[in-house]
């Protein structure tokens, strides 16, 4: 149990269409950090947000966007929807950088796109 | 460019027998060094890291890895595979000073009775 919650678990979406992931952080966590894992593949980093401002960004185009809220949650929301957006989106908080403590993943949305 | 080379994409062992992972890096500085452990339907959890020090890292569930600077390898092994360990394993970079995880494509372990 990480305490890092994502919701939905499983979605399903038409292509053109938008979607709104959600992540829940532990207290405290004022970093949070989203990737995408396709099949078979090792989780992408999409974006990360430092105090709800975004704090660096992937090679993912525009279409991706996201919101980090004061209450520690935050949301990926993807335009526009592509086949290829077909994936696993994980997110990840900590208490600041990931890199000098310790990130924490949520179970994960499957999102289809159809 | 900041790459992670996972070369086994499964292995099978044996419940008890000794297992490696393996893990090369591309990266222009020293970076830091983690494993992940992935099982079905959870989430990435941290086995161990590696940011400086002693190049022998201990981690959770009796999960150690050594890093090797000249090989610019960070293999995970553990003496005793136990059925429990059966899941995908991703070795993951990142800077010192950076924000993201490079991530390896994973090794699936299945371990066999």
Redesign the interface.
């Known amino acids: 149990e ?1 305490g ?1 919650t994502q919701s939905p678990t499983h979605l399903i979406k038409t292509r053109g269409q938008q979607v709104t992931l959600r992540c829940s952080s532990q207290s405290g966590h004022n ?1 949070v ?1 989203w ?1 995408q894992q396709a099949l ?6 999409i974006f ?1 947000y ?1 105090r709800e401002e975004e ?2 960004r ?1 090679n993912f185009p525009p279409r991706f966007s996201g919101l980090q809220f004061p209450n520690y949650s935050s949301e990926l929301n993807v335009n526009a929807l592509e086949l290829d957006d077909s994936a696993l989106y ?1 997110c ?1 908080s900590s208490r600041g ?4 403590t ?7 949305t499957r999102l289809t796109v159809v | 460019a900041q790459s992670v080379t996972q070369p086994d994409i499964h292995i099978t062992v044996s419940e008890g027998a000794s297992l490696e992972l393996r893990c090369n890096y591309s990266y222009g500085a020293t970076p830091y060094l983690f494993w992940y452990v992935q099982s079905p339907g959870q989430g990435l959890q941290l086995l161990l890291k590696y940011f400086s020090g002693d190049t022998l890292v201990q981690g959770i569930k009796g999960f150690e890895a050594e890093f090797k600077r000249s090989q610019s390898s960070f293999n995970l092994r553990k003496p005793s595979v136990h059925w429990s360990d059966a899941a995908e394993y991703f070795c993951a970079v990142g800077a010192r000073t950076g924000n993201q995880f490079y991530f390896g494509t994973g090794t699936s372990l299945t371990v066999i009775p």
């Open positions: 990480t890092v970093t950090s990737y078979g593949q090792g989780p992408q980093f990360q430092y704090n660096g992937g994980l990840a950088d990931p890199m000098n310790e990130a924490f993943f949520g179970q994960g």
